[in-house]
């Protein structure tokens, strides 16, 4: 299909390793939004991209969180030594942007840090 | 206290009842309003998208937005087992930029019984 696509689905990671999230937009979207939704609650804004440029990285919790777009489209969220508090589904959305405001979302990475 | 508030539920009707699910906000600054429905371990789907006062029909679901009491709604008729799903808030404050990122709800969890 066209939607929204994130990779891996699942990860489990041990406390301190190293993880990379994956998104690819719908293509000729220019917004990409990434999410953090904990268990039982609605998803809080992390970090918005229109095409390469990171204009919005205000909810990123702290300097452990990453995330790029080079090339303006496929999206990468990397966590550098994961902490229990980041287990979470990590959800990736895109909208065509200049003035369109509906954003698709992805499936979601569930991340569980042990 | 979170700028958007709703009723985690659970909430269980039977079949074909009518549901209404509310949220209320904080930021005057919110113009944009959306549902979306998540069902278990998938990505939010949108269901309904207003901009600011009024109501909005689209088949089964009728959202309504009023700004005085900083309060939104989504009723759904005819409820079916289908529906049976975790319902998200989530607004915004602008189209442009990052203003567009969306500020959610907890969600509620719906659950329609035959």
């Known amino acids: 299909g066209a939607g929204v696509s994130q990779s891996p689905r699942y990860k489990v990671a041990k406390r301190g390793q190293d993880v990379a999230l994956r998104c690819d937009p719908i293509?000729?979207?220019?917004?990409l939004f990434w999410y953090q939704q904990a268990l039982g609650q609605g998803p809080e804004f992390l970090t918005y991209?229109?095409?390469?440029?990171?204009?919005?990285k205000s909810g990123l919790p702290s300097d452990r969180f990453f995330a790029e777009r080079p090339e303006g489209s496929v999206s990468t969220l990397k966590i550098q030594r994961t902490q229990q508090e980041d287990s979470a589904v990590y959800l990736c959305?895109?909208?065509?942007?200049?003035?369109?405001?509906?954003?698709?979302f992805g499936p979601g990475t569930r991340l569980t840090v042990l | 206290q979170k700028e958007v508030e709703q009723d985690p539920g659970p909430l269980s009707v039977p079949e074909g009842a009518i549901v209404s699910l509310n949220c209320t906000y904080s930021n005057s600054a919110f113009q944009y309003f959306m549902w979306y429905r998540q069902y278990s371990r998938k990505g939010p789907e949108l269901l309904m998208y207003?901009?600011?006062?009024g109501n909005k029909e689209d088949g089964r679901f009728t959202a309504q937005v009023d700004k005085s009491s900083k309060y939104i709604s989504l009723f759904i008729r005819d409820s079916q087992p289908s529906d049976s799903a975790t319902y998200l808030c989530a607004m915004s404050g602008s189209l442009t930029g990052g203003g567009n990122k969306l500020t959610f709800g907890t969600g509620t969890q719906l659950k329609v019984e035959l």
């Open positions: 293509s000729g979207h220019v917004s």
């Open positions: 991209f229109q095409n390469e440029a990171q204009l919005d």
């Open positions: 959305a895109s909208s065509l942007g200049g003035g369109a405001n509906t954003q698709y």
């Open positions: 207003t901009y600011s006062s």
